[in-house]
C-alpha cells in the first residue's frame, strides 16, 4: 500500500514539475506590436534560413561552404533586393575582419599593438571586400509592408523588406581571410609588432571556414 503511495506522490510531483516548466516557457515568450500589415510576401512563410542561414541550403555540398544572410529595406522592390544582396556579401568581409580582430585580442592578451588594432577596427573589413572571390547568391526572401500611423509606425507608407542569402565554399574563404591577413601584415612597419600580429594570427584562415554557425 505503501509503495503505490509513494508511487502515486512521485507522479504527480512530476506532473506538476512538468505543469511548471510549461507554464515558465509561456512567460518566457515575449509578443511584439508590429507598426504594419503584411500586403505580399515572396513565400508562404518566413524563411527558417534568416536565423539559421546553413538551413537554405539542403545539398550535400552543405559542409563545404559557409552561409551569410543580410536584410535591407526599401520603396522600390528592385533595389532592396539589390541592396540586401550586396550587404550579405560585404557581411562576409564584416565576419573575417571582426574574427580576426578578436583572435588577435585572444591571442596577445591586452599587448595587442593600437595601430594594428586601429586598422582592423577600421579598415580591414573595407580591404576584405576585395577578397570575397566565389560568393554566390543561394536564396532571396522579400515582403511587402504597409505601415500605418495607426499601428504605431511615422507615417503612412509602403515599404519592400529584403533578404539574401550568400553561400561561399570554405575553401574560398580561406583564401580570402589569408589575403586579409598579408593585407594586414602588409600595413605593419615594424618588424617586432609584424612578427607578433603574424604568429597571434598563424590558424586564423583555417579556423574561421570551420567556424560552427550560431545557433
Not at 505543469?19 to 504594419?36: G, I, L, N, V
Not at 495607426?150 to 542569402?165: N, Q, R, S, W
Request: proline content about 1%.
Amino acid at each position: 500500500m505503501k509503495f503505490f503511495t509513494v508511487l502515486s506522490l512521485v507522479t504527480m510531483l512530476g506532473l506538476v514539475g512538468c505543469a511548471s516548466k510549461t507554464t515558465e516557457e509561456k512567460k518566457e515568450e515575449r509578443t511584439f506590436k508590429k507598426d504594419y500589415v503584411l500586403m505580399d510576401a515572396s513565400a508562404k512563410s518566413f524563411p527558417s534560413w534568416v536565423d539559421k542561414p546553413s538551413k537554405g541550403d539542403k545539398s550535400k555540398e552543405r559542409k563545404k561552404n559557409r552561409y551569410f544572410v543580410n536584410e535591407s529595406a526599401h520603396v522600390n522592390k528592385r533595389l532592396c533586393m539589390k541592396s540586401a544582396e550586396a550587404r550579405a556579401t560585404a557581411r562576409i568581409a564584416q565576419e573575417i575582419a571582426q574574427f580576426m580582430k578578436n583572435s588577435y585580442g585572444e591571442a596577445t592578451q591586452g599587448g595587442a599593438d593600437e595601430d594594428v588594432t586601429e586598422f582592423m577596427e577600421e579598415q580591414l573589413a573595407t580591404e576584405s571586400q576585395a577578397f570575397i572571390v566565389g560568393s554566390s547568391i543561394l536564396k532571396t526572401y522579400s515582403e511587402k509592408r504597409g505601415y500605418k500611423e495607426a499601428l504605431g509606425a511615422e507615417e503612412d507608407m509602403k515599404k519592400f523588406h529584403c533578404f539574401a542569402l550568400v553561400k561561399m565554399s570554405k575553401k574560398s574563404l580561406e583564401k580570402a581571410v589569408k589575403a586579409s591577413r598579408a593585407k594586414l601584415l602588409g600595413e605593419i612597419e615594424d618588424p617586432e609588432v609584424k612578427k607578433k600580429t603574424g604568429a597571434a594570427l598563424v590558424d586564423v584562415a583555417k579556423k574561421f571556414s570551420d567556424l560552427d554557425e550560431k545557433s
